[in-house]
């Protein structure tokens, strides 16, 4: 079956750096889109980022340009998001997401907070 | 950035009732409009995409309707595992924003 599984969340402080991972398995992993979204607590959800199968198309949220990289290694299955100058405005549960017609398979997500 | 407003921000209702949830985009988006159940601690569940073209699995209460700007989400008759929050989403031009949600509550 299809898994997604994040991993590196955390407590960072502002201005730090993270990376998150995901693992994907029970698909093929290099036919698909792939997208980070995230939640922060009590809030809605925000599409971060978004990546095509081969990595040629990226887009990102304007509230994260210019700090947050995806990227994906297809040989291993796995999706990343590269996150620098963290501010508190970037906690959030960070899902890692399958893109289909719509998300299809959302993993089930990592926290990440940004505090002192 | 496309926006999607949802109403009602929230909704209580029973067991049995019929419930229609609305979403607006702010520009034309045709048919390009998912719906996404998210239950408490849980990450969301896709019910409907292409506006009106049941996921896989979700059971056939639910159903959705419109295209441009003006969409809805029905559920025929609530069941108790039907009290959730709800998003709307477009899927038109990135970043594919999503409304704010509606609660349904019992």
């Known amino acids: 079956q299809v898994q997604l599984v994040e991993s590196g969340g955390g407590l960072v402080k502002p201005g730090g750096s993270l990376r998150l991972s995901c693992a994907a398995s029970g698909f093929s992993f290099s036919d698909y889109y792939m997208s980070w979204i995230r939640q922060a607590p009590g809030k809605g959800l925000e599409w971060v980022s978004y990546i095509s199968t081969s990595g040629s198309t990226i887009y990102y949220a304007n509230s994260v340009k210019g700090r947050f990289t995806i990227s994906r290694d297809n040989a291993k299955n796995s999706l990343y998001l590269q996150m620098n100058s963290l501010r508190a405005e970037d906690t959030a549960v960070y899902y890692c997401?399958?893109?289909?017609?719509?998300?299809?398979?959302w993993g089930q997500g990592t926290l990440v907070t940004v505090s002192s | 950035d496309i926006q999607m407003t949802q109403s009602p921000s929230s909704l209580s209702a029973s067991v049995g009732d019929r419930v229609t949830i609305s979403c607006q985009a702010s520009?034309?988006?045709?048919?390009?409009l998912n719906w996404y159940q998210q239950k408490p601690g849980k990450a969301p569940n896709l019910l409907i995409y292409d506006a009106s073209n049941l996921e896989t699995g979700v059971p056939s209460r639910f159903s959705g309707s419109g295209s441009g700007t003006d969409f809805t989400v029905t559920i025929s008759s609530l069941q108790p595992e039907d009290f959730a929050t709800y998003y709307c989403q477009q899927f038109d031009k990135f970043p594919y924003t999503f409304g704010q949600g509606t609660k349904l509550e019992i």
């Open positions: 520009h034309d988006i045709s048919n390009l």
């Open positions: 997401a399958r893109v289909s017609r719509g998300v299809d398979y």
